[in-house]
T-cell receptor
Framework: KNQVEQSPQSLIILEGKNCTLQ??????????LRWYKQDTGRGPVSLTI?????NTKSNGRYTATLDADTKQSSLHITASQLSDSASYIC???????????FGGGTRLMVKP | DTGVSQDPRHKITKRGQNVTFRCDPI?????LYWYRQTLGQGPEFLTY????????KSRLLSDRFSAERPKGSFSTLEIQRTEQGDSAMYLC??????????????FGPGTRLTVT
């Protein structure tokens, strides 16, 4: 079983709408959680990083939240744009490890 | 463009052939990582270098796979006797010397391998 589970697997929304992507993890002990955006055929690009003590972080129209007690994170996208169409990947790092554990991603499609 | 480059971007090979991929990290980054990503899945960790030393290897890295970073700069990933199951995107990432424990990683564009 993957230690990082994301939902939904795919999502279609209309341009201008908001959406929230979910990430649940079991990786322990926890160091930090990241959200990456990956365009088709490209490498992932970091959106946010949150450590244990942080429960929210924003990057423009992207806002990530973290509840380390319930081991859940969300990525909220506000006023979606066509260029937001991509896969969004939740990544968790175990404490004292350089190994990242990736979720399977949520494939977002924004339609005009 | 994150500054991490990979070559080639695409490789088509026949089963049983050997292939080698190259990654050039951001110049001041001392850490370099290799990942494999299959369609519709998140990347999976393969191996990690700190300078020229290979410090971690995943169980996914079978003995047909070998990675090197001889001078602590660029790295190569070689797959011997390729199998159709090796078809995937191979991603490289680099990160600077840790200062706050977050090990921010910057990914290259990937090499898409297709084994026929």
């Amino acid at each position: 079983k993957n230690q990082v589970e994301q939902s939904p697997q795919s999502l279609i929304i209309l341009e201008g709408k908001n959406c929230t992507l979910q990430c649940n993890y079991t990786v322990s002990p926890f160091s930090n959680l990241r959200w990456y955006k990956q365009d088709t055929g490209r490498g992932p690009v970091s959106l946010t990083i949150m450590t244990f003590s942080e429960n929210t972080k924003s990057n423009g129209r992207y806002t990530a939240t973290l509840d380390a007690d319930t081991k859940q994170s969300s990525l909220h996208i506000t006023a979606s744009q066509l260029s937001d169409s991509a896969s969004y990947i939740c990544v968790v790092t175990r404490l004292l490890s350089n190994m990242l554990t990736f979720g399977g991603g949520t494939r977002l499609m924004v339609k005009p | 463009d994150t500054g991490v480059s990979q070559d080639p971007r695409h490789k088509i090979t026949k089963r049983g052939q050997n292939v080698t991929f190259r990654c050039d990290p951001i110049s001041e980054h001392n850490r370099l990582y290799w990942y494999r990503q299959t369609l519709g899945q998140g990347p999976e960790f393969l191996t990690y270098f700190q300078n020229e030393a290979q410090l971690e290897k995943s169980r996914l890295l079978s003995d047909r796979f070998s990675a090197e970073r001889p001078k602590g700069s660029f790295s190569t990933l070689e797959i011997q006797r390729t199998e159709q199951g090796d078809s995937a995107m191979y991603l490289c990432a680099s990160s600077p010397r840790d200062w706050d424990g977050t090990y921010e990683q910057y990914f290259g564009p990937g090499t898409r391998l297709t084994v026929t």
